[in-house]
Structure formats: structure tokens, C-alpha cells
């Protein structure tokens, strides 16, 4: 997107507080009035004072304090506004971004890290939040304050006022050129605060992994070139900020001094009084004061722009959804699922197949083991059921229907998944079990929490279901984790239950407690389970072997014992494994 686009989108935020933006239009004429005013007054002061007027002066000290109370006034005003401007735009923003964000693709999600997406967050977002406040009124004021001030000098003394206003063409070439380097530099700052945020939320969220593996010199140093990428953007901006200041200074000066000269010259020879003196120095400040302050104030805008360009890159990316779904409901029940020929490509070239013509047949209360080699596709195969995907080839329907003609939020309530490890958000353990159905009653809750294995585990924690589980679950144990998600799950109460190697990172006696939590789960559902331990998956109806991306073998685990294929291999070299292992334990 170009920066005009940028703008004009940001410009269409502004639009939704025109009377905001209109009271701000307003005390921004007011103050130019009462600017030009001030020199107007001095004008009247220093004459009188020339021609030794005494008797004006209690209404000069009436009107200096009139003045003085309405510039006040008026100074709070615009700043309350802008304020209020910016942050409503922040806040909108801020919103929209969320919204979109939550209607990502997954894909989305796997090609950028969730640090980058936070810095739009928070510091694009406050970059854009001082641009459509403070900047783009000062953009609008300064130019209209010269003008009047300009038209004001004129009518002083016109040849002065052309030798001043011919600062104003070199100061906003001046703006230009600083301006679009700002921009640039503007853009890679950005991006360095997006990549360090990903840095530190990485980091700051693995703690133990740093401490256990004596990571802490190295990513301290990391963090310094990190910091010192910053730094160092942030340096040059200052030199060019500063140069940006020195020549506008010494632009204005310049003029300034040449006008003083002449005015002198002008009041010497007779052709000028001393208060229009007085008050053509005064406007002379509201000529050279915003034209030497474009400079910054058009970098400051363009830093905007690319904070505002890196958010719109966001909102524009394509969305799952059109709307924000609504609160989801599982559905009540399901006759078949097909997955018909379906191939998979993560980067959407036939030539990059990690599932390669898979096909099944899935009927209501059946269990299916996925189970294969690492790297087969299995979780990638999950990922497609779930609607995190769509296949690059064929078609995965359920009762007859594909993800399409049935809708991706009705066709995900279909699901309920309880992964490898549970994600759980920070809050307590109340709010994340009703997480699988906010609708249901306490005693529902309280019961999923039973059939979870989860009550007792909870009725020892000082809150209870009130516990602070803390950020992600990390107060609590992997199984105990685990557990509260197949409560989540259980409330959630969908027809087919995705298991992705649910119990592999528990230990033994955690292990059977889940286990018998899954069992209770899986009664009347149709499970897909992802197991590495062969062992588990000999009840299955079916078991699918998955190999490079494709169905190698399928059927019972007596009958693929008995075909002596990769099952029976596979089976066989893990058996040797568990013995070893108990022979070693012995
Ligand atoms: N987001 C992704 N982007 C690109 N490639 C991916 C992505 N996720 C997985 N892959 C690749 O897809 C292939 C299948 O991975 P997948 O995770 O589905 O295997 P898996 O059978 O579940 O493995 P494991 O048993 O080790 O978990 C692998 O080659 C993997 O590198």
C-alpha cells in the first residue's frame, strides 16, 4: 500500500469523530486569532507607550488579562481534544486489529511470530494514536497560522513581509527531504521493536528452558544486539531529527535577522512605527516558528504512516471469516466423516506434498489411531479436519457436506481437540473449563470437572475452581493441566474428538489418571487419536498408518499384525524397546 492510501485510511478513522475533529478545528482557529491578537497587542502597548498614552493603560492590563484567561482556556481545550481524538482512534484500532487478528488463517499464524503482531499492537498502534492527534492538527494549524500571519505582515509592510515568507518555500523542501528519510528509518525501527518483542516474548515465556540450559550469557548478548539495532536506528533518526532542526533554525534566523535588520532600517528612516515594529517581530515568530517546526512535525507524521501501513498489513491480510463468529455451540450429533483423495501442500505448490492423496471413512462412534513415523503428516492430517487448512487436493465432507457448503465456524463445532499440551488462559480454572460451553450450570461444570478426574486435584487448591492457574496453566502440574482441558472438553460436549498424543507428555501414574479422564470423554463420541504408543491404540475400529505424507497401511491391529507390514514392524521394534526398557529399570 502507498503512503496516500495509508493516510487516506487513516483519515477515514478521523472521519467517525467529525465533531471531535470539528471542536478541534475550532479552538485551533480561536488560538490563531488570539496569537495574532498578542502581536496586535503589543502593537497597542508600545504605541501607547511611545506616545505616552497613561490613561489607556488600566484597559491594556484589562485586555492583556482577557486575553491571557482565553488562551488558557483554549490551550486546555485543544489538548483535551487531541487527546481524546487519539485515543478514540487508538482505541478503534486497536479493536479492529484484534478483530481481524482472531479471523486470521492458521496459516497466518505459522508464518509470523505472534511478538511481531504484538509490537502493531502496542507500539505501532501509538505511533498512528500521536499522529492523528497532535501531529496532523499541528500539520493543519502551522501553515494556516503563517498564512494569517503572513496577510497580517502585508498589511504592516508589504515588502518586509515577501522577504519573510521566503523562508517558506527552503523550509518545506527542508520537511521533504528530512521527512522521507524519517519514513524509512521509521519503517526499519518498526520492524526491529517487532522482532525484539518477539525476542523477549520468546525468552521472558521460557524461563526454566534458559536457567536449565545455561542460556543466560548468550541471551543477554541476544539481547544486546537487539537493544543496539534500536539504538542505533533510533540514534540516526536523532542526527537526522537534528539536522532537520539545525537547518530549519538556521533557515528562520536567517530570515529573522534580515527582517529585524530592515524593520530597524524601515522605523529609522521613519516609514515604520515601533509598535508595528513590535508586532511585525511577533508575527515574524508565527511565520518562522511553524515552518521551521514542519520539518519534525512531517517526519513525526511519516513514522506514523509506517507504523499505520504495518497494521493495515494485518487487517488487510485474508480472513477466515467475513464476521466475527459468535459465541460457537458443538454440534449435537454426525453420521460420517470422508476424507476423499485430500493432498496438502504448506506452501501451495503441488510439488510440496506433505499429505499425498490420503483417504477414510469415518462412521459415529468409531475410534481411529492415526499412528506412523514422525514427520508423517499426522498432526498436518489434524490441522485439515479441524478447518485449519484447506487440502490443496480433494475433499474432506462430513455427512456428505464439505467445510464450505456447511460454514468453517459451524463446520469446527463438529470438534472438540484435547492436544499433546493443553493450552490453557490465564485466569482461573472456572473460567477456562467454561471455556468448552459458557452457557452450562455450576453443576454441569462441577461434573465435567468429575468425569475428568480433575475435582479432587481441584478441592485441595486454596480458591478451588477460583485458583489463578496462572499464565498459560503454569501453576499447575502437565496432568493436571491436561485434565482441566478434558473438562473444557467434556463440556464442550462436540460429536468428534480429536486426541493428539493427549497423555505422551505425562508420566506413568499422571498417564493413567488421563487416560481413564479420556476414556470417560470418549463414551458416545467418534475419536481420531494421534498415538506414538502402539499399545494404546489396540481397541481402535481402525488404525491409519502414515508414512511421508501418505496412508501406507490401514485396518485392525489383528489384522495388520497379520498382513506383516509396516504396522507389524513398527509394532514389533517397539516392543523390543518397552522390554529393554524394563529389563533396564529392573
Ligand atoms: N506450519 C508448517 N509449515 C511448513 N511445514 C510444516 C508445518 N508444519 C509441519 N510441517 C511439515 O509437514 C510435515 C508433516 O509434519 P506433521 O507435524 O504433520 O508430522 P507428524 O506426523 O505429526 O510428526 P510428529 O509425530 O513428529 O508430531 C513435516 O515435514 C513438517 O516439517
Known sequence: MNKEGTFFRLLKYMGRYKLLYAGLIITMLVSIVLDLSVAWFLSLITNAAVKLEVDRWPILILMGVGMLICISL????????????????????????????????????????????????????QAVGEASGNVIMALLKNPLLALCAFIYLLSIHWPLALITISIGPLMILA???????????????????????????????????????????????????????????????????????????????????????????????????????????????????????????????????????????????????????QESHAKASFSELAVSNVGFSYTDSVDDLVLRDVRFHVYAGQTIAIVGTSGGGKSTLFKLLMGLYIPTTGTIEIDGRDREAI????????????????????????????????????????????????????????????TEIGERGSRLSGGQKQRIAIARAILRDAPILLLDEATSALDNESERVVQDALTKLMVGKTTLVIAHRLSTVQNADLILVMENGQLVEKGTHDALLLAGGRYHTLYHSQMEKDEQSLVLEI
Open 407 to 466: 460454514g468453517l465456524r459451524e463446520y469446527r463445532n463438529y470438534f472438540s481437540l484435547v492436544p499433546q499440551e493443553s493450552v490453557l488462559f490465564t485466569g482461573t480454572i472456572r473460567d477456562n473449563i467454561m471455556d468448552g460451553n459458557p452457557s452450562v450450570h455450576e453443576e454441569q461444570m462441577i461434573a465435567a470437572a468429575k468425569q475428568a478426574n480433575a475435582y479432587d486435584f481441584i478441592m485441595k487448591l486454596p480458591d478451588g475452581f477460583e
Open 175 to 325: 520537511g521533504k527531504t528530512f521527512g522521507e528519510v524519517m519514513r524509512k528509518k521509521g519503517i526499519r525501527l518498526q520492524e526491529a521493536m517487532g522482532r525484539t518483542t518477539s525476542f523477549l516474548q520468546d525468552v521472558l515465556g521460557a524461563s526454566i528452558l534458559y536457567k536449565i540450559f545455561g542460556l543466560e550469557k548468550k541471551i543477554a548478548n541476544q539481547y544486546r544486539q537487539y537493544s543496539s539495532e534500536i539504538s542505533e536506528i533510533e540514534r540516526s533518526q536523532g542526527k537526522i531529527q537534528g539536522a532537520a532542526n539545525s537547518v530549519s533554525q538556521g533557515i528562520a534566523n536567517l530570515t529573522f535577522i534580515i527582517a529585524i535588520l530592515l524593520a530597524g532600517f524601515f522605523v529609522a528612516k521613519g516609514s515604520l512605527e515601533v509598535g508595528a515594529m513590535l508586532a511585525f517581530i511577533q508575527l515574524m515568530n508565527y511565520l518562522v516558528n511553524p515552518f521551521s517546526a514542519l520539518p519534525s512535525l512531517w517526519s513525526g507524521m511519516q513514522q506514523a504512516l509506517a507504523g499505520a501501513e504495518r497494521i493495515f498489513q494485518v487487517i488487510d491480510f485474508p480472513k477466515e471469516y467475513t464476521e466475527l463468529p
Open 74 to 125: 483554549i490551550a486546555y481545550f485543544d489538548t483535551y481534544l487531541k487527546q481524546k481524538a487519539s485515543l478514540k482512534i487508538r482505541n478503534d484500532i486497536r479493536q479492529d486489529t484484534m478483530e481481524h487478528a482472531l479471523r486470521l488463517p492458521q496459516s497466518y499464524y505459522d508464518q509470523h511470530h505472534t511478538g511481531d503482531l504484538l509490537a502493531r499492537f502496542t507500539s505501532d498502534n
